[in-house]
């Protein structure tokens, strides 16, 4: 079955300008994260969705970070005025409910670079 | 708030060799994540243990949950060239029912033929 994937794959962009990264969840699965990774760490807690809704945006750095999710499924990540510090890999993950004791299955990653 | 520390960073690895690679947390963990990356992919599921003294193993890697629930480490028993990557370890937080998970830095594992 088909697993996360996330589009594009790379994205490079330049400082001031607007992106938008795409997230498709394993079909079914209800909670849905955003991490970011820098490079030579480990992945960083951005947003987590429960179905439609923001269940925890507590890990978006500022508000030029902002995530929707209208219909449960695909979710997109919105930045706005990038900088270069956010360039970074943007991890997506999908679990089926949420709960704790759930696996949390991530998808590639977009690349992004911010010049 | 929690913070997990891996060790080593890094490691290279003779090929047929056994490792060990660790991750200690500032806090008892609720839960904690192996999982591997390879360069430019997503992180793939390894394993996940909750229960102090838990152990697990899968082929040829072995991870295990100390007593105090604080510390895990994660063993492979005769390295190959497809267990090259960078392991990362994670933590549930268990403070809220969002189950985020907080990562390590990783350790990257080379093998050397």
């Known amino acids: 079955g088909a697993g996360v994937s996330q589009t594009p794959s790379n994205k490079v962009t330049e400082k001031g300008k607007y992106v938008e990264l795409r997230c498709d969840p394993i079909?079914?699965?209800?909670?849905l994260y955003w991490y970011r990774q820098s490079l030579g760490q480990g992945p960083e807690f951005l947003i987590y969705?429960?179905?439609?809704?923001?269940?925890?945006d507590s890990g978006l750095p500022n508000d030029r970070f902002f995530a929707v999710r209208p219909e449960g499924s695909v979710s997109t990540l919105k930045i706005q005025r990038t900088e270069r510090g956010d360039s970074a890999v943007y991890l997506c993950?999908?679990?089926?409910?949420?709960?704790?004791?759930?696996?949390?299955?991530f998808g590639p990653g977009t690349r992004l670079t911010v010049l | 708030s929690q913070e997990l520390e891996q060790s080593p960073q890094s490691l290279i690895v003779q090929e047929g060799k056994n490792l060990t690679i660790n991750c200690t947390s500032s806090?008892?963990?609720?839960?904690l994540y192996w999982y591997k990356q390879k360069y430019g992919e997503g992180l793939i599921f390894l394993m996940m243990l909750q229960k102090g003294g838990e152990e697990k193993s899968h082929e040829k890697i072995t991870a295990k949950l100390d007593e105090k629930k604080q510390q895990s480490s994660l063993h492979i028993t005769a390295s190959q060239p497809s267990h090259a990557g960078i392991y990362l370890c994670g933590a549930d937080p268990g403070y809220s029912s969002a189950s985020k998970i907080i990562f390590g830095s990783g350790t990257r594992l080379s093998i050397r033929p």
């Open positions: 806090k008892t963990l609720y839960g």
């Open positions: 969705f429960q179905g439609t809704g923001a269940a925890d």
């Open positions: 993950a999908s679990s089926p409910s949420g709960r704790d004791t759930d696996t949390q299955y």
């Open positions: 079909s079914g699965h209800t909670a």
